[in-house]
């Protein structure tokens, strides 16, 4: 079983920024990927970022150039630092973490509203 805890949600505006933190616990080594979703109100839950045990990353369309994922998987935590945030980021953010054995685990997660 792998925990993940997400911390780093708020109100901004447009415009500005937040940094997302998701801890994980448990049993780390089995952990492949690590991304970031998010869902909106009456929206489906969607990928926003991704990064692999090996350090590469994806993004979806919508944030490229402006969301950055980063950490170590094999260090516990990763992070989605967000930049110029628009009022349609506005959404839950949840942490995901994906096993070799296809096993898919997530955090409680976090709101993120951003102000026009």
């Known amino acids: 079983q792998v925990q993940l805890v997400e911390s780093g949600g708020g109100l901004v505006q447009a415009g500005g920024s937040l940094k997302l933190s998701c801890a994980a616990s448990?049993?780390?080594?089995?952990?492949?990927?690590m991304g970031w979703y998010r869902q909106a109100a009456g929206k489906q839950r969607e990928l926003v970022a991704l990064?692999?045990?090996?350090?590469?990353?994806d993004y979806a369309d919508p944030v490229k150039g402006r969301f950055t994922v980063s950490g170590d998987i094999a260090k516990n935590t990763v992070y989605l630092q967000m930049n110029s945030l628009k009022p349609e980021d506005t959404a839950i953010y949840y942490c995901?973490?994906?096993?070799?054995?296809?096993?898919?685990?997530w955090g409680q997660g976090t709101q993120v509203t951003v102000s026009s």
């Open positions: 990064i692999t045990r090996t350090g590469r990353t």
């Open positions: 448990g049993n780390i080594f089995s952990i492949i990927a």
């Open positions: 995901n973490a994906g096993s070799w054995n296809n096993n898919n685990y």
